[in-house]
């Protein structure tokens, strides 16, 4: 049995290995006469989807424009020079389309999904959007309202709460701003029109899965998005600072805990696996060391990774009642220290083959098409493939200990007095 299921295993694996390379060329990056960067996949659907993406997320946000991605996320959609936010709104659903606005950390997207004979239609509103968009201050005072809703409702969240945190402890400004406005952080929507300027003159490119690359460039050619320039502008480099430690007070029942350590943005995805906090059967406590201890111990552990163009985040969420949780995080500190950051064979191949899996999964997904497609358009190096994963995987031990090894840092919500100080972990 044993022997069937490592040759099980192992053909397994190897099925896996050519979808590297096909994922992998998916993505033609085509460039239009004023420098907009395209990058699109044709399929054999009938839907298609089409991208804005705005290289502006918080990480570009400084002391005199922090909270504006958020801001300028929320102004998608909205009026135009040429069309008011209710037309499109109405001509969408006439279509049959929907319409997304999502900030993170490094890109704002506006995306529309709809059938393909529409593209050429929401292309000039994706191009209205980029260089008409009104910035009025009677939308400004609605959307506020939206987006301090948006804030108070993440604050209020103790786990979204703690990843904001232990982002802030990594990376202080840059990665480590807030991807949620403060109350007044804004003033005006003349100061977002501002900010979306200084971000649409250089760091934009337009994504799309249902039509061709070329096709896409000849489209985007000829709408408005050729009165705009793109030239690269610089990123600040993301520096982690290791040994620092957000606390939030709150008097809750639970308590949660996160502890992260950097990592290189492509193995990150491998390094949370190795963590095995991740439950692969339904009512299975996992076969890993970190997931037998919190079930024998009767608290909750998740593991965590970020991967950015320039630097990665992986770790683990720890939340247990509030008397349980200083001992809940010494306890998994010391496994980490015990097996992850040393670990065998079949805990380097079990976490090797979840994460294939994971990122052939999502691949698969119209998601995780566009992701590819939009790191491929703004010439994003780190980018996460089954190839990657490969590679990962040739130097997993050496990584875990470097990883593993090193200082990390600490975020959470709940009573200071019952919290562990990240120092005292033994890292």
């Known amino acids: 049995?044993?022997?069937?299921?490592?040759?099980?295993?192992?053909?397994?694996?190897?099925?896996?290995?050519?979808?590297t390379r096909a994922y992998a060329s998916l993505a033609p990056v085509a460039t239009t006469a004023n420098g907009i960067k395209i990058a699109a996949l044709d399929t054999e659907s009938p839907l298609a989807s089409l991208s804005l993406?705005?290289?502006?997320?918080?990480?570009?946000?400084?002391?005199?424009?922090?909270?504006?991605?958020?801001?300028?996320?929320?102004?998608?959609?909205?009026?135009?020079q040429t069309r008011t936010g209710f037309r499109t709104v109405r001509e969408a659903e006439l279509n049959g389309a929907t319409l997304t606005a999502e900030a993170t950390r490094e890109n704002i997207t506006y995306t529309i999904r709809c059938f393909k004979d529409a593209v050429p239609y929401f292309v000039d509103v994706l191009a209205d959007i980029a260089t008409a968009t009104k910035f009025t201050e009677h939308e400004f005072r609605e959307i506020n309202k939206l987006v301090e809703f948006e804030s108070l409702r993440a604050r209020s969240d103790p786990v979204t709460r703690v990843i904001e945190g232990v982002h802030q402890a990594a990376f202080r400004s840059g990665l480590g701003n807030s991807l949620f406005a403060l109350p007044s952080a804004v003033a005006t929507g003349d100061a977002v029109r501002q900010y979306a300027q200084n971000a649409l003159s250089g760091r934009i490119a337009i994504v799309g899965t249902g039509v061709s690359a070329q096709a896409l460039s000849e489209l985007v050619g000829q709408s408005q998005f050729s009165v705009l320039s793109s030239q690269p502008l610089p990123t600040p480099q993301a520096k982690f600072t290791g040994g620092t430690q957000q606390i939030y007070e709150a008097a809750s029942p639970l308590s949660y805990y996160a502890l992260a350590f950097a990592a290189e943005p492509q193995a990150a995805s491998v390094l949370a696996h190795l963590l095995g906090a991740q439950k692969r059967m339904k009512w299975s406590t996992g076969a890993s060391p970190l997931a037998k201890l919190a079930a024998t111990e009767g608290f909750n552990v998740e593991a965590f990774s970020y991967a950015y163009s320039d630097a990665g985040l992986v770790g683990v969420l720890v939340s247990a009642p509030t008397g349980q949780i200083?001992?809940?995080?010494?306890?998994?500190?010391?496994s980490i220290q015990s097996h992850v950051a040393k670990p065998g064979n079949e805990a380097a191949e079990r976490a090797v083959a979840a994460a294939k899996v994971d990122i052939a999964g999502e691949l698969a997904t119209l998601r995780g098409t566009q992701t590819m497609l939009t790191q491929a358009a703004l010439g994003q190096k780190n980018v996460v493939t089954l190839e990657s994963v490969d590679q990962a995987a040739e130097k997993l031990s050496e990584a875990?200990?470097?990883?593993?090894?090193?200082?990390?840092?600490?975020?959470?919500?709940?009573?200071?007095?019952?919290?562990?100080?990240?120092?005292?972990l033994g890292f």
């Open 1 to 19: 049995m044993i022997c069937r299921a490592r040759m099980f295993k192992a053909k397994s694996l190897a099925k896996l290995a050519p979808l």
């Open 53 to 80: 993406v705005i290289n502006a997320g918080s990480r570009f946000e400084t002391a005199d424009t922090a909270g504006s991605a958020h801001y300028l996320k929320a102004f998608g959609f909205r009026n135009t």
């Open 326 to 334: 200083k001992d809940a995080v010494e306890k998994v500190a010391k």
């Open 400 to 424: 875990a200990s470097k990883t593993f090894q090193s200082k990390p840092v600490a975020a959470s919500v709940g009573l200071s007095q019952t919290t562990p100080y990240v120092d005292t």
